[in-house]
């Protein structure tokens, strides 16, 4: 299965720099997040490495793109 398919996976983009995917996940506990990044993502073909960040409060959210 396509991460887009996964029901964890909340966001999803490419882009340049030094990361090649931008993913943004939801797990219940740090169990769920430990399979998810250490089993699931791991076989992912393509993958070869990935940095895990745990948000602890959210200050704002805004997905609004128009003619800025």
Do not use: C, N
């Amino acid at each position: 299965a396509t991460l887009e398919s996964w029901p964890e996976v909340m966001y999803l983009s490419s882009g340049t720099g030094r990361a090649d995917a931008m993913i943004q996940m939801v797990a219940r506990d740090l169990d769920a997040l430990h399979e998810l990044v250490d089993e699931r993502l791991a076989g992912v073909d393509g993958i070869l490495e990935v940095e895990a960040f745990l948000e602890l409060e959210v200050l704002k959210t805004r997905y609004v793109f128009s003619d800025l």
